[in-house]
């Protein structure tokens, strides 16, 4: 088995693990579904791939609801402890 076809399963393990929670904190499935949009979202906080197709409807943190971000909050610091905490304090900043 070669790593892409082994990283492939463990990232759709992941995303078959986390989609209710993602889904419930208001992120579209189209940002979580590929590996490395998610993790550009992550560090942008805005989907940067969609920005590029059509900037005016780009998808960013600032659609989530005060629960949205608090969920979304939540996941991350759960999932990435101690990791994107530039992030973290924007969702702070929508739900305070």
Request: proline share 2%.
């Amino acid at each position: 088995m070669s790593f892409n076809s082994k990283n492939m399963r463990e990232w759709n393990k992941w995303v078959k693990h986390s989609r209710h929670i993602l889904n419930e904190c208001g992120i579209p499935d189209y940002i979580y579904k590929s590996k490395k949009r998610w993790y550009i979202f992550l560090e942008h906080k805005y989907d940067e791939v969609g920005w590029f197709n059509d900037h005016h409807s780009a998808w960013s943190i600032d659609n989530l609801s005060k629960d949205g971000a608090k969920k979304f909050h939540d996941f991350i610091a759960r999932e990435y402890p101690n990791e994107y905490l530039d992030l973290l304090k924007s969702l702070e900043s929508i739900f305070n």
